[in-house]
């Protein structure tokens, strides 16, 4: 024998609570917004920036996030039959970079940046090549050298707090008496994960949220999360409910 359905009680709210939705409503449908539309979007996880700078001599700025915190330095000195280049990563601000005894990393496309890593202010050499002809000496040293897409490991401080990110290098090539000292590197991107303390891996420009942008670009922060968007208030009592479930999810995990 079926039972007849128990009819379910509407929940009703207190005339102050229905007058704050009426003007979140009110106000949504004034600002000419859709109320679907009205979910504010959920942080960014990684924010990637695509460029394409070579140098051979000189200084060339990293800036992630905006900040001036990293550039490479790219010298030539002479003196008598001795030539050498230098190819060095500048930290600086309270920056960092990966780091292997006493130079900076070249990493793998997959490789993690994070805490566990080990880093270091300052300078850091990429690459050393050098030529002396009067005693027919020559080397290449460093871990970029003649590489191609190789990263740096990036740590930096945004509003006082820890991001780690990369920077990809499509290709640096090295000589030294043989057709005489130079060093090239090609900067090809850079990227840094939004939410602090968090690891990024080497070579991903994707999140659930990514954001990518093109040179020249502004500072990027994460929007704040909200206890309610305005479209879930203004559906009423529903969406009300809908976010007190949440809620309670949320607390319970």
């Not at 409503?25 to 990684?46: C, D, Y």
């Not at 601000?93 to 080990?118: K, Y």
């Amino acid at each position: 024998m079926k039972r007849s359905p128990v009819p379910r009680k509407t929940a009703s709210l207190s005339d102050s609570a229905q007058q704050h939705l009426n003007r979140y409503a009110l106000a949504a449908t004034a600002g000419g917004v859709s109320l679907l539309a009205l979910v504010l979007p959920s942080e960014a996880k990684i924010v990637y920036t695509p460029t394409h700078r070579t140098i051979t001599n000189g200084k060339l700025p990293i800036p992630i996030a905006g900040t001036r915190y990293f550039n490479l330095t790219d010298q030539f000195s002479s003196q008598f039959s001795y030539t050498r280049q230098l190819l060095d990563i500048n930290a600086g601000g309270g920056a960092e970079v990966v780091v292997q005894t006493s130079s900076a990393s070249a990493l793998m496309a997959g490789q993690v940046v994070g805490p566990a890593d080990r880093f270091r202010n300052g300078k850091n050499q990429m690459v050393d090549a050098f030529c002396d002809v009067s005693v027919g000496a020559s080397s290449v040293l460093g871990p970029f050298a003649n590489t191609v897409n190789r990263f740096l490991g990036l740590k930096f401080k945004l509003n006082g707090q820890v991001h780690y990110g990369w920077a990809r290098f499509s290709k640096v090539t090295a000589s030294a008496c043989n057709g005489g000292v130079a060093i090239s590197a090609t900067l090809t991107g850079y990227a840094y994960e939004t939410i602090p303390n968090k690891s990024i891996i080497a070579g991903h420009t994707k999140g659930p949220d990514d954001t990518t942008i093109e040179e020249p670009h502004a500072s990027l922060t994460a929007p704040s999360p909200q206890p309610a968007t305005l479209g879930t208030l203004a559906l009423g009592a529903p969406g009300l409910s809908i976010w007190r479930r949440e809620e309670l999810v949320s607390d319970r995990q």
